[in-house]
């Protein structure tokens, strides 16, 4: 199995993301980086700007599977309206670059990368950075999306050991 998996931190300032590579179970790593979008745009600009960056990394990196951050209820609802609105401009994207779309909670990547839902976002990023052999990570947002990508493959291999243990 060769699969491309791109993870994505969306946001409607910054997004990460992180690609990945799948090939017979180990995991290597493409790129990682963000998509920074000017604080002084209005918000419909910001997300026309996110959508066309976005095409870009999708483009280039034909993702065979997108992951994204579930969206979390915080204290200022504002700020969750506009990561959904983030979100869906990702998924559009992705859907129209015809990758398999797939959202998890964040809770649930950092404990299967780590092994604790309460782990900070400093210690995904260290054990992503020995994961993958990566002396480092630019932004904490390029990790999130490196986990997420990192995340997802863990969970196809087990999804496939699953289907071969039924078969037999």
């Not at 998996?5 to 690609?19: H, W």
């Not at 996110?50 to 034909?62: C, H, I, P, Q, T």
């Not at 609802?77 to 990561?83: C, G, V």
């Not at 809770?107 to 990368?113: D, E, I, L, N, Y």
Request: glycine share 10%; charged share 20%.
């Amino acid at each position: 199995m060769s699969l491309v998996i791109l993870g994505v931190d969306p946001g409607s300032r910054i997004t990460g993301f992180g690609v990945v590579h799948v090939n017979n179970g180990k995991i290597e790593h493409v790129n990682h980086g963000v998509i920074m979008m000017e604080a002084t745009q209005d918000f419909p600009s910001r997300m026309t700007e996110l959508g066309s960056a976005f095409r870009e990394v999708m483009d280039k990196y034909k993702p065979h599977h997108v992951v994204i951050e579930k969206i979390f209820l915080g204290k200022n609802a504002d700020s969750a309206f506009k990561l959904g609105h983030a979100r869906g401009v990702i998924m559009y994207e992705a859907g129209l670059g015809g990758a398999i779309v797939k959202e998890y909670a964040t809770r649930s990547v950092k404990k299967g990368v780590t092994g604790s839902g309460g782990a900070s976002k400093e210690d995904v990023q260290v054990i992503l950075k020995a994961m993958l052999s990566l002396k480092t990570i630019s932004r904490i947002d390029a990790s999130d999306a490196l986990a997420m990508a990192c995340y997802h493959a863990f969970e196809l291999k087990k999804l496939a050991t699953l289907q071969r243990a039924v078969s037999l």
